[in-house]
Structure formats: structure tokens, C-alpha cells
């Protein structure tokens, strides 16, 4: 099994919609999550830290469940500007510097 | 902060040739991660340096591969021979407290290697 699965997509939405889905992890350990957003032939950068629970942030909405070591991220209000593939990042355990990559959720908002 | 700088942006080599990758990390982190990205294995860790001392090289692939990091602000991933099969997208990131903190990695624009 993958440390980190996703569902490669891709979630094709209008301008507009709500798209959440999800990552499976595998070490029951990893204490902090990071979703990183990837543009086409882009490094990836830092979307948001997902700690406790989940985090907020504007029309971007991070959930931890880790009774079932998945984390969700939903977008609100898609805009074309959310078009990107976004990675689901786990540490290996507690104190882990090595993070385990998802392979990504392609998502593409259409006008 | 210009962020992680890497050079150069694109490298297209002959098999056999050596290959010299670069990059500057963001001033007072101390931490800092070779990866690789291809389409079929995704991004990779390769090596990983903490206060300019490799840490762990476990994932890098084999002999062929060296990198160091002879101060602060410098790193340099080396590939002597170069083989078609290393072709990918080289990647560094650097962070303060080993990425584990809010603030995760900052990556780099990544070097775009192909070997012919």
C-alpha cells in the first residue's frame, strides 16, 4: 500500500461549484498534513498545514479524520485560478522529515 | 526573499555526460531536501541536508548521484554519468525546523533535465 493515495481525477467543474476530495494515509503516527497545489510545469507550492481536526482558509476547507487516515480538501466557489493539481503531503511518523508525496488530484474549472 | 533559486532552468545532455544541478535555499532555513518528479513515480526525496550535513541519501538512486552542500547558502546535485532514464524534473526545497512546522517546504522552480 501507497503511504499516501488520492484519486487522480480529474474533477472537471464550472466556475462556481463546490469540488472536495479526498487522501488516504497510511502511518497511523504522522501528527501534521500539508495539501501543496501544483501548477502545470510549476514547483509546488504550500496551500495549506492541516493539524488537529482541519483548517480554514477562505474558500479552502482542510479535514482530518484520523479514525480513518484520510484528509479532505474542499474548495468553495471554484474560480478558473483553482485549476491545478493538488498533493496531498504526509510525514512517515511524529517527527518525520521525510514527507510522503500523494500523486495528486488534477482539478479543472471551466468558465 | 527571492525564495529557493535553482539553476539552470532547463538541461538537455548527451547519455554519459555529467550533469550539475544548483541551488540556493532561503536564507536561515536550515533544512533542505533534493526531490525528483517524473509522471510514473511522482515526486521523490532523494537526499536530504540539515545544517549542510547530509542526513539521509537513501533515496538517492545510485553511485551515479552525488550531492553536497558546502555552505549555508549552496548545494549542488551531481549526476556523472547521465543515463535517458534520469530524465525528470530536479527539485529543491529548503525550510526552517525540517518542514515539519506550518510552514512546510518552499520548493524551488525545479530544473527540467533531459538526457539524450
Known amino acids: 500500500r501507497k503511504e499516501v493515495e488520492q484519486d487522480p481525477g480529474p474533477f472537471n467543474v464550472p466556475e462556481g461549484a463546490t469540488v472536495a476530495f479526498n487522501c488516504t494515509y497510511s502511518?497511523?503516527?504522522?501528527?501534521?498534513f500539508f495539501w501543496y497545489r501544483q501548477d502545470c510545469r510549476k514547483e509546488p507550492k504550500l496551500l495549506m498545514s492541516v493539524y488537529s481536526s482541519g483548517n480554514e482558509d477562505g474558500r479552502f476547507t482542510a479535514q482530518l479524520n484520523r479514525a480513518s487516515q484520510y484528509i479532505s480538501l474542499l474548495i468553495r466557489d471554484s474560480k478558473l485560478s483553482d485549476s491545478a493539481t493538488y498533493l496531498c503531503v504526509a510525514p512517515r511518523g511524529p517527527n518525520d522529515y521525510k514527507l510522503s508525496f500523494g500523486a495528486g488530484t488534477t482539478v479543472t474549472v471551466r468558465a | 526573499d527571492a525564495g529557493v533559486i535553482q539553476s539552470p532552468r532547463h538541461e538537455v545532455t548527451e547519455m554519459g555526460q555529467e550533469v550539475t544541478l544548483r541551488c540556493k535555499p532561503i536564507?536561515?532555513?536550515?533544512?533542505l531536501f533534493w526531490y525528483r518528479q517524473t509522471m510514473m513515480r511522482g515526486l521523490e526525496l532523494l537526499i536530504y541536508?540539515?545544517?549542510?550535513?547530509?542526513?539521509?541519501d537513501s533515496g538517492m538512486p545510485e553511485d551515479r548521484f552525488s550531492a553536497k552542500m558546502p555552505n549555508a547558502s549552496f548545494s549542488t546535485l551531481k549526476i556523472q554519468p547521465s543515463e535517458p532514464r534520469d530524465s525528470a524534473v530536479y527539485f529543491c526545497?529548503?525550510?526552517?525546523?525540517?518542514?515539519?512546522?506550518?510552514?512546510?517546504?518552499?520548493f524551488g522552480s525545479g530544473t527540467r533535465l533531459t538526457v539524450v
Open positions: 541536508f540539515n545544517n549542510n550535513v547530509p542526513i539521509d
Open positions: 536564507s536561515g532555513h536550515n533544512s
Open positions: 526545497a529548503s525550510s526552517s525546523d525540517r518542514g515539519l512546522s506550518g510552514e512546510g517546504y518552499t
Open positions: 502511518n497511523s503516527a504522522s501528527q501534521s
